[in-house]
Structure formats: C-alpha cells, structure tokens
C-alpha cells in the first residue's frame, strides 16, 4: 500500500485478527444470468471534425494554453473519430500540465486513453509516456512504471524511440524500489542508452520528494474528481493501487457491460494458497484464466485483489461490470478478492489494513452506505468469506469502529 497513506477505519472489532477462518472458492457466478458477461456497444465513427482540431492546433501554436483548456473542454468530445478525441485530449493534459492543473490533467491522460485502449501503437503511446511522465512528477512511480511497459509493446517504435523509453523505465523502476525490474531493463540497453540514464534521471525527478517528505499526490477524489465519477485510473481514488498492466493483465473481450452508477461493495477470497513473495502476479494471471478460459467471462471477475502484503491490485477495471456475486448481483457492485485460503489461514494484518482503506476509499468517493458493503455469502448460498469475516463485515456494518493500528 501507499506508505504515506493515513488509516481511519477497519472493518474488525478488537480481536478478530489473530484467527479469521476463511470459506471456500467462490461459487460460479455471472455479471448477468445465464454466466456470460452480456455483450456492449460503443458508438464510434470514423470522421474527425476539423473545424476543433483546427483551432486547437492554433490556439496550442500561440502557446495560449487558457484559451486552449477551455476550447478543449467545450468541444473535444465533438471530434467524431476516437483517435481524434485522443489526441484532442492529449493536447488538453499537456496545456493542463503546464498550467500547474497537475491532478486534473490526470483524469484528462486516463479520458486521452479510454479512447483508444488497448491499441498502443501511435497516439496510444504517445498518451502513455506522456502520462507516466507526468506521473514521475507527482511521485506516482509505481504507476508510471505500468504505463512505461505498456508503451513499450508499441511496433515500429524505432531504436531511438525504443532506447529513450527503457531509460525512462529504469529510472521510474528505481524511484518505484523495483531494483530487480530496473536491472532487467537496464541489460537490455545499448551503451548509448546507458548514457542516456543521468540525462532522464534529471528530467523525470525534477520534482521528486525528498527523503521523508510526502509525495506531492493527493487523492484526486478529494482535489477535484467529481464524487461518484468512476475514473479510467482507480488510483484517482485511493493512491497506490497497482495498475493491471504492472501484472500483465489481458485485455477485457468484447461480451461485458459497462459499470452502472455504483451503489455497493462485496468481499471474497480466493480459496487459493497465499501467493509468496514472488508469486501473486503469478496468481492473478490464473485467476484471469480460470474466469475467462473456464468461466467463459470477459476478464478477471473482481476489481481489486488484495495479496498479503497489502497491496492492492486492479482487477477489472471498475468502468466495467464484474462477474463475482451472481447474476442481477453484480450491477453497480464493487468486487473485492483477497488473496489466500482463510479456512487454512488467517488474514494477515497488512492485508486486512488494505482492505479497510479500499473500502473506505470507495464508500467515500460513491457515497455508498454502510448497509451495502457485504459478503459474498449474503447474495449466494456460499461460504464466502469465512464465519469470522463475515462478522466483522455486520459488526462494521452496525457502526462498530476499531482502528487497525491499534489491534
């Protein structure tokens, strides 16, 4: 987890941490009856309109950005094409950026991408480094790290392309504490591109913290996100989420719904043995393969996954409707899975931790109630989450309050 985070709630009375119990896997469920994610339609044509390209291409040159943010804002989404849109938006991030709006221009960079994910190559990576690189800036090191990789799969990238953004990659590793990965990409550069790693540690941590001082990031949700928007980046949220690109997450396929308005939260686990240290990216790619390729659903059916440590990591993005609690359940509800077999095991604290500070974070930010975060066992006829977790969940939904750092 963020290790600036401040910690308000957990959903465990005294003594419920030392032995929680855990339930069996999850029972087969399905974002809408019958077991399939339901299919979606997006309306998309294939003609931009020149007239606000125009403009913003003159307004960009005058180096007018005011003017620039505010013609973006009124007519980007009149462009017709996506790609269009995309680069439309990628233009409104950057005047944003440079206007000192830093947390706006964040949503903007996740809109920019929404509109032409997964296709990387051209204007897809364009938005991606421009994205991590703003991310570097705010100290979010971890998820420009994701973004990095992700534009790193673009073809006809070229050498030179290719060399300055694996030396962006190994800087943002070693801001992020991934020596391992920073060295994996470190011995794929060439001497010319080793010489390049002072001149983009320079530039990419400028503005870095200093020792002991606290990133620069805020919650977007409490700066400027509009409460019950459901943003492309759930960081925007709750700072420190692990982006599904940092575990190699496959691509959603076309038979899912969008998210509704989101209105509830429920908790799981995995039924699985704890991932050791090295081992949960390893875990969440066999969930995404026992929902997609044996459940036949569209992606991993949960939003986050919770490891031991307390990490938190992004499932299904929640812009999409999960497959978790079964059928009609699952509309306009938040899966949560921690990691691990809690008939065997009991919760380790820092997992427990993350996942009060998850729910907390939602409840904030989607105005849910109490009364609405539940079990599994409470929509299906299942063990899940375990005898003991699922007493915690009604004691917390009674109002009862601990705080973790004092269990």
């Not at 569209?298 to 497959?323: K, M």
Request: charged fraction near 20%; include cysteine; glycine fraction near 10%.
């Amino acid at each position: 987890m963020h290790p600036t985070k401040v910690v308000t709630l957990s959903f465990v009375a005294a003594g419920l941490l030392a032995v929680l119990p855990s339930c069996a896997m999850p029972s087969r469920g399905a974002a809408t009856p019958g077991g399939r994610d339901a299919p979606a339609t997006r309306a998309a044509s294939t003609t931009g309109s020149s007239s606000v390209v125009v403009e913003a291409d003159r307004l960009e040159r005058s180096g007018d950005d005011r003017a620039l943010v505010a013609h973006l804002e009124r007519h980007a989404g009149e462009a017709r094409s996506p790609v269009a849109r995309a680069r439309l938006e990628l233009m409104h991030a950057r005047a944003l950026v440079r206007l000192g709006r830093k947390l706006s221009a964040l949503t903007v960079f996740g809109r920019a991408w929404h509109e032409v994910e997964p296709v990387v190559d051209g204007v897809g990576q364009d938005i991606l480094v421009a994205w991590a690189d703003h991310e570097m800036s705010l100290g979010q090191y971890g998820d420009a790290v994701g973004h990095y990789e992700l534009a790193l799969g673009a073809r006809d990238m070229g050498r030179e392309g290719a060399r300055a953004l694996r030396a962006s990659l190994v800087v943002a590793c070693e801001a992020a504490g991934r020596s391992v990965r920073a060295a994996e990409h470190l011995e794929q550069l060439d001497r010319s591109g080793r010489e390049l790693l002072d001149v983009t540690r320079a530039r990419l941590l400028a503005g870095r913290p200093r020792s002991g001082e606290r990133s620069p990031y805020v919650p977007v949700a409490d700066a400027f996100l509009p409460r019950g928007v459901i943003p492309m980046n759930p960081s925007l949220i709750l700072p420190g989420i692990r982006a599904r690109e940092e575990w190699g997450a496959r691509p959603i396929t076309p038979d899912h719904v969008p998210m509704t308005p989101i209105t509830s939260i429920t908790v799981h686990h995995s039924a699985m043995p704890p991932p050791g240290r090295w081992g949960t990216i390893a875990q969440l790619k066999q969930i995404q393969d026992i929902h997609t390729q044996d459940k036949g659903w569209a992606d991993v059916g949960y939003h986050f996954l919770v490891d031991p440590t307390g990490e938190v990591w992004e499932g299904r993005r929640l812009l999409y409707q999960g497959a978790h609690a079964g059928g009609a359940a699952n509309i306009g509800n938040v899966g949560v899975c921690l990691l691990g077999n809690f008939e065997s095991h009991s919760v380790p604290r820092p997992q427990m931790q993350a996942l009060a500070d998850l729910v907390e974070a939602l409840r904030a930010h989607f105005a849910i109630p109490r009364a609405e975060v539940r079990t599994h066992r409470e929509w299906k006829a299942t063990a899940c989450p375990g005898t003991a977790l699922h007493q915690a969940v009604l004691a917390y939904r009674a109002g009862e309050r601990a705080t973790l750092a004092l269990q």
